[in-house]
């Protein structure tokens, strides 16, 4: 679209008129003349762009500098999914974990809640110790509850990124199978990272969103091109040929030809 001033326009048109006359009309002689008459028209014509300020080359480079600035965006709107994604997943892993040992937990109390009741009933243990006990357990219990819900919803929030319908959140689950968690090579790789100025030049020159704010400046400045081209005169040329004719017969019409350039 921003190039299509580059090529030429043509035009061709194309006519028939008929003309009745509602009286009739006789010549010197008195004898009757029909006043009808049939006309043909046509005209065919090409326009070119020669000059025309420089609109035509800002014009396109606003619009590849557009089309740049949105391909960087689709590159870093990828890596910003891909990020949420994995961000998610850890935290659906983190919650998970909690929940398991919330339960395991849980699981030890209940079992305590039974052996002090035993101890209890055999008279080695008080009755309040059975009741802190129990307390202890219903405090764990609410836990359990709020841990399950933290993993539902981190669950949910993963699947949600993924685009998953939410009647289907049920059939799927997050696990720790095929990924190394082993931390041992992580204590030989400590790498010291600085704000360097060669850094700092290669994340502008290299991150996706940095690129694509440049093309859209690049392209707003190229636009101004549009505006000030205006101002200047432009250069254009034509050609075309026609011809139309008239009689009161249409086959007796002779058309007449002319050239404009």
């Known amino acids: 679209k921003a190039g299509d001033n580059l090529l030429p326009t ?23 003349v029909d006043p009808n008459s049939h006309s ?56 998970k974990e909690l929940l398991v040992s919330a339960e395991k937990t849980l699981a030890e109390s209940n079992a305590q809640v039974e052996r002090i009741k035993g101890l209890y009933s055999a008279g080695s243990v008080p009755i309040g110790q059975v009741y802190q006990q129990e307390a202890l357990v219903g405090q764990q219990e609410v836990q359990s509850i709020q841990a399950r819900n933290n993993y539902l919803n981190a669950k949910a929030d993963l699947l949600y990124l ?25 204590h030989s790789k400590q790498t010291l990272v600085q704000s360097t100025p060669s850094l700092m030049t290669s994340v502008l020159e290299h991150r996706e ?14 636009a101004i ?6 101002l200047y005169p432009s250069l254009g040329a034509s050609i075309g040929i026609g011809g139309s004719g008239s009689d009161a017969t249409i086959a ?5 030809h002319s050239f404009t350039g």
Do not use: C, M
């Not at 998953?164 to 992580?186: E, F, K, Q, R």
């Open 209 to 222: 969103d940095f690129l694509a704010q440049r093309s859209t400046i690049l392209a707003s400045e190229a």
């Open 225 to 230: 091109g549009l505006t000030r081209s205006r």
């Open 10 to 32: 043509a035009s061709a048109t194309a006519s028939y008129g008929y003309n009745h006359s509602l009286t009739t009309e006789f010549d010197f002689l008195g004898q009757p």
């Open 40 to 95: 043909l028209r046509y005209n065919v014509g090409a326009n070119f762009n020669i000059y025309n300020g420089g609109f035509d080359a800002s014009n396109i480079n606003s619009a590849e500098y557009s089309l740049d600035a949105a391909k960087y965006n689709l590159k870093w709107v990828r890596q910003q999914i891909a990020f949420d994604v994995v961000s998610a997943y850890i935290n659906a892993l983190r919650t």
């Open 162 to 186: 993924l685009n998953i319908a939410p009647d289907s959140y049920g059939n799927y689950d997050v696990t720790l199978i095929g990924i190394d968690t082993s931390v041992a090579s992580l």
């Open 252 to 256: 007796k019409i002779q058309l007449l």
